[in-house]
């Protein structure tokens, strides 16, 4: 199947763990994304990478670390958990640069940190 | 602040009745508009997608944009009870960025 996929798709977890969530795309696309949707299912940028480069750095905690090893993989790594990490983080991808940004969706993962 | 607008509902319509969902944004640089959909539980889902003003039909869906008055909007004729999610617009913030600003959603209901 061609898409964009996550893994783990539910992680719980303890305050203060560190934890790491992967993301891979096999459409060939050149951007990748983070997103998070809170429990009001806002949906917020958080990462974006080109071609393996940091692009798009919004302000999240330094705890947040986005990884990308080549240009079909996005990682999310995030130190010392606390309660408000707990969200839906949403890896996305597109295939063109510029104006027509349409990106596609991985299932996401579900966060709950107690 | 660039800023998309949506109303949340939910927006209640009976099944085989048009559904009308809106959206305003701020930046009048934004230059391309797109539509998703969310099943509760899932992932957004690309349904249309729309670069300059005037209609975009495909099937029974129908993208509108004015870019003069920073208005689009998504059609939904037929309503089917399939088609109750949530409806998320997402503009793209200008020429070349690679950055989606999202609405918070419309929840559309269709009731049998």
């Known amino acids: 199947d061609t898409a964009v996929s996550q893994t783990p798709k539910y992680l719980v977890t303890q305050m203060g763990n560190d934890k790491s969530i992967k993301c891979e795309q096999n459409l060939g696309h050149d951007t990748m994304y983070w997103y998070k949707q809170d429990s009001k299912k806002f949906l917020k940028i958080m990462f974006s990478y080109n071609n393996k480069e940091l692009i798009i750095n919004e302000t999240v905690p330094n705890r947040f670390s986005p990884k990308s090893p080549d240009k079909a993989h996005l990682n999310l790594h995030i130190n010392s958990l606390e309660l408000g990490d707990s969200a839906v983080y949403f890896c996305a991808s597109s295939p063109v640069r510029g104006s027509y940004n349409e990106q596609f969706f991985g299932p996401g993962t579900r966060l709950t940190v107690l | 602040q660039k800023e998309v607008e949506q109303n949340s509902g939910p927006l209640s319509v009976p099944e085989g009745a048009i559904a009308s969902l809106n959206c305003t944004y701020s930046?009048?640089?934004?230059?391309?508009f797109f539509w998703y959909r969310q099943y509760s539980g899932k992932s957004p889902e690309l349904i249309m997608s729309?670069?300059?003003?005037g209609d975009k039909e495909d099937g029974r869906f129908t993208a509108q944009l004015n870019k003069a008055s920073q208005y689009v909007s998504l059609l939904i004729r037929d309503s089917q009870p399939s088609d109750s999610a949530t409806y998320l617009c997402?503009?793209?913030?200008?020429?070349?960025?690679?950055?989606?600003?999202f609405g918070k959603g419309t929840k559309l209901s269709v009731i049998p």
């Open positions: 930046d009048r640089g934004s230059q391309s």
């Open positions: 997402a503009v793209t913030s200008g020429a070349g960025s690679y950055q989606l600003t």
């Open positions: 729309i670069y300059s003003n």
